[in-house]
């Protein structure tokens, strides 16, 4: 149980296309889901809290005009890179958690998209 | 900024040996969660430890945590070829129980 999907795995586009990242959570509802962007051989930094209903929240930093997130259900979040540039060129990460005691459960992470702007 | 910070970097042991990871964090938490990445995949939950706990276990995982010293660390027993993965040690701080930071993470390399 607690799969989280994440499509696409691979997406090569050029420079000031927009790119949209799918992330579901196939058995479990999350009203929470999270965006991560790692580095080649470094740590996973977060971007963003997306909400279910509400508008994601922010991290320091991250653009909210350059990654449109969207959290149209409960099963659903959506990272849109927006104008994308070489240096947006990454690994992103989306995660969620089930329903319940946030304070004691994992996160589930989907298997990640490498983006490559040429 | 980054919570976590693991030692050693990276890891090579040979297939049997017992691998040992540390995590030290700055500031107090809810909970420290381990997690393995494969190379190019997401992560996946190995183990949960609350911040009233000390250790835990969950088949050849071993887990401590000593808040007196903000650090945790990972066991390995009987390390397989297919244990190789880097493994990124994550906190739930106090007060914001739903966001996890990561640690700089492990590199393990598991030799036959």
């Known amino acids: 149980g607690a799969v989280v999907s994440q499509h696409p795995s691979r997406v090569i586009c050029k420079s000031g296309t927009s790119v949209k990242i799918e992330c579901r959570s196939l058995?479990?509802?999350?009203?929470?889901m999270f965006w991560y962007r790692q580095f080649p051989k470094k740590s996973l930094m977060l971007m963003a809290t997306?909400?279910?209903?509400?508008?994601?929240?922010?991290e320091q930093g991250v653009e909210k005009d350059k990654f449109l997130i969207n959290h149209a259900s409960l099963t659903l979040s959506t990272l849109t890179v927006t104008s994308a540039h070489p240096e947006d060129s990454s690994f992103y990460i989306c995660?969620?958690?089930?329903?319940?005691?946030?304070?004691?459960?994992?996160?589930?992470f989907g298997n990640g998209t490498r983006l490559t702007v040429t | 900024s980054q919570q976590g910070e693991e030692d050693p970097q990276a890891l090579s042991i040979q297939e049997g040996e017992n691998a040992t990871m540390n995590c030290s964090y700055k500031?107090?938490?809810?909970?420290l969660q381990w997690y393995r990445q494969n190379s190019g995949r997401g992560l996946v939950h190995l183990i949960l430890?609350?911040?009233?706990?000390r250790e835990k276990h969950s088949g050849r995982l071993r887990v401590t945590l000593d808040t007196s010293k903000k650090s945790s660390s990972l066991l390995i027993t009987a390390s397989r070829a297919a244990d190789t993965a880097s493994y990124f040690c994550?906190?739930?701080?106090?007060?914001?129980?739903?966001?996890?930071?990561f640690g700089t993470g492990t590199r393990l390399q598991v030799t036959l």
């Open positions: 995660s969620a958690r089930e329903l319940g005691d946030a304070y004691n459960s994992p996160l589930h």
């Open positions: 058995d479990f509802q999350a009203t929470t």
């Open positions: 997306s909400n279910e209903g509400s508008k994601a929240t922010y």
């Open positions: 500031t107090s938490i809810n909970n």
């Open positions: 430890i609350r911040s009233n706990e």
């Open positions: 994550a906190t739930a701080l106090t007060g914001t129980a739903s966001k996890l930071t």
